[in-house]
């Protein structure tokens, strides 16, 4: 497969006309791409490695390389589309969303963006990065099957929905210790509206997640969440959240596209936490 062909795949599995800022293409020699390093972090040592044993490209999906100048944009219109899906108007929306533009703008201000490009021109070997669209189909694979869920029953409990989070091979065979779990709420709390949160650049802040729970979201499953958004959710005392787990969540969206690499005719080994 060539590099364009390869991108095309995450496209159209997200039915998206353009890629999203934070992937894409990070080095293409224009060469036919046989046999793919993929991994979910991956550094030049992995791109030497790689090229050393015989790789025609590294696919990594942690943007790492990717040189978008804002990803900011990217941020607070993914978290905008998806506070409006749980429910929250569109002008709370909008303010909450993209109130940490700026934020995701200067963190990435002084990151050395030319270090992957330039090993991998270096070295020449390709290398590309899907990261929007790996978590899209993550999210969208996750929420279906819990829909199914909550269609059969709907006062299934949380452990129901850790139950059926299981049935997935990603969470199934994740590592000892990041399997998901309950970190707000109770295995025995009503699950009630089950919303999924993969995607987005970064994860909610606590005013998000209180606007989708006062929206009407009884259980946010995501991939991880931080201690300000835990203690102050718990405090909410509305919602349930389910830290479904991260490399395993990386891993559902990126081994779909990988798949059809594959069924392509190119030879996927997956490395550096990938599932």
């Known amino acids: 497969m060539k590099m364009k ?122 290398a590309l990065a899907l990261h929007t669209p790996a978590d899209m189909l993550a999210e969208k694979y996750a929420q279906h099957v819990l829909d199914q869920l909550f269609a059969r029953n709907p006062r299934c409990t949380v452990q129901d929905v850790m139950d059926e989070l299981l049935t997935i091979r990603e969470y199934k065979e994740a590592l000892k210790g990041q399997q998901p779990e309950v970190w707000v709420g109770s295995p025995s709390s009503f699950a009630g509206r089950i919303y999924v949160e993969m995607y987005g650049v970064g994860a909610p802040s606590l005013e998000e997640y209180i606007a989708c729970s006062d929206a009407g979201i009884g259980t946010f499953v995501c991939m991880h969440a931080t201690p300000e958004v835990i203690e102050g959710m718990k405090k909410h005392n509305k919602s349930n959240i389910i830290v479904a787990g991260h490399m395993a969540s990386d891993s559902l969206g990126f081994n779909q596209i990988l798949s059809i690499w594959e069924k392509n005719g190119v030879e996927v080994v997956r490395v550096c936490g990938l599932i």
Do not use: W
Request: net charge negative; with cysteine; charged share 25%.
């Open 5 to 126: 062909e390869m991108l095309q795949v995450a496209l159209d599995l997200n039915q998206l006309d353009v890629m999203p800022e934070d992937s894409g293409m990070i080095y293409d020699n224009g060469k036919d791409i046989k046999r793919v390093m993929a991994g979910i972090d991956m550094t030049t040592a992995e791109l030497a490695i790689a090229k050393q044993t015989g790789f025609d490209c590294v696919a990594l999906h942690h943007p790492n390389g990717i040189t978008h100048p804002d990803i900011g944009e990217l941020f607070g219109r993914d978290h905008m589309k998806k506070l409006m899906e749980c429910g929250v108007p569109i002008n709370a929306a909008q303010k909450l969303a993209f109130a940490r533009k700026e934020k995701s703008h200067q963190a990435t201000h002084s990151r050395n963006r030319e270090q992957f490009p330039s090993m991998a021109k270096l070295l020449d070997i390709n």
